[in-house]
């Protein structure tokens, strides 16, 4: 066996030149981030390395990032328990390209500038549930989902991620108010379709928030009908009615399953249940013989729903459990509503904060405040 000297020699010096170039460029590239600190603690505006893309990844120049519960959930260790500190969350991403890494195959043939979404689904693309057209419960991506779990999120400048999780967006669509397609809308879009949502259907949606209310939108589009929501909010309700509900029942002041089932007398075609901590109750009281029940609303591993058994089978219920959506399939459609007018992204978009007041922006979302609030990066 005989060795190269001089070959070795000179893949060192390539090496060390390599590693001195990747320590000049943490020590000279740095982002403004809203970075993990601690369980129920603010988040802390705080200037963190620009990551630097690696393998198949592509840096996001960050327009917009959404506020959704399920963040919450996550920063009080309900979902995954104990985020790492200094972990940046936000899964719901808009951005620009603004650099490719060297194994980037660019099937979309994407330059520097241009719109894209972020999932936070990231699929191997390969395994069977890949294969299958059900990459939402790809393996591999329970160990990394962008902003939840192994990849920083967009709560940031800038985003570095597997270009696998990155979208084009139609170019009519504004990236400031487009990060709510890629959870809001997703989410809603995936299960209304799972629950075999076809025109003329009729859907009850118990929760108005930003996952309910673009359900709405969508159902809308879609040609559902009557579409009634529910929600303990009265302003939620009022901007229900503008994007498209036909009825808008407040759990507070009426009766809603008496209510329901005055204007839907043997029950509803699907019900959707969008709240944060969901219990079935009411849908199951209003979901008509042979109807369906869909729950994205994910309330963490404690939370509990009690189903009375007879109910359910003698009605003979589906009921469906809708993880998120498919990225490659569900966002590029959602991407052609929105450029077509089908859908109003800045309709569900009620407020939109500076980074410095995003700890502000959780907080008003505890209060019921917003239907869909985005935090403005670049």
Partial sequence: MTYNLNSNVIYIKVTVLK??????YLKNNRMKAAVFKGMNLPLEIREVPTPFPRGDEILIRVAS????????????????????????IGHEIAGWVEEFASNVKNPYELRKGDPVLVSWIVPCGIC?????????????NASKMVGIIGINGGHAEYVSVPEIAVIPLGKK????????IACAYGTAYNALKSAKATSGKSVVIIGAGGVGSAAIQLANAMGLNPIIAVDIIQSKLEKAK???????????????????????EEGADIVYETKPNPDL???LEVVKAGGSIVVTGLGGFTNIAEIPITLFVSK?????GSLGYRPRIDLPELVSLASSGKIDTKKLVTHVYEPERINEAYENLKKGIHIRAVVKWN
């Fill in 316 to 320: 003979g219920i589906t009921l469906i």
């Fill in 281 to 283: 109750k009411l849908s």
């Fill in 173 to 180: 669509i504004d990236p400031y108010y487009s990060s709510p």
């Fill in 19 to 24: 590693l001195h170039l990747y320590i000049q």
């Fill in 242 to 264: 503008e994007l498209g509900a036909t009825h808008a029942i407040n759990a507070l002041a009426d009766d809603s399953r008496a209510k329901i089932l005055e204007i839907l």
């Fill in 128 to 140: 069977k549930y890949c294969a299958s057209g059900k990459e939402n419960y790809c393996k591999q």
């Fill in 65 to 88: 990032t959404g506020i959704c519960h399920s963040d919450l959930h996550l920063i009080n260790g309900e979902l995954i328990g104990p985020l790492p500190e200094g972990f940046i």
